[in-house]
């Protein structure tokens, strides 16, 4: 694996810490960036997604 720095808004990492548990935190972002990779990765070329205008 390769080390990333990523910046998250402030009480982010607490509230994943809440739900994943202590020291889960980079396991859960880890899994919520492979979801949403797979997820987009499905959608159709072309295709508008939420939050586009």
Do not use: H, S
Not at 20 to 29: D, P, T, V
């Amino acid at each position: 694996m390769k080390p990333t720095l990523v910046r998250l808004p402030e009480g982010v990492p607490e509230r994943i810490d809440a739900v994943a548990g202590k020291n889960r935190r980079a396991e859960f972002i880890r899994e919520a960036v492979e979801r949403e990779l797979k997820r987009r990765e499905r959608q159709k070329p072309g295709k508008a997604t939420e939050g586009d205008a």
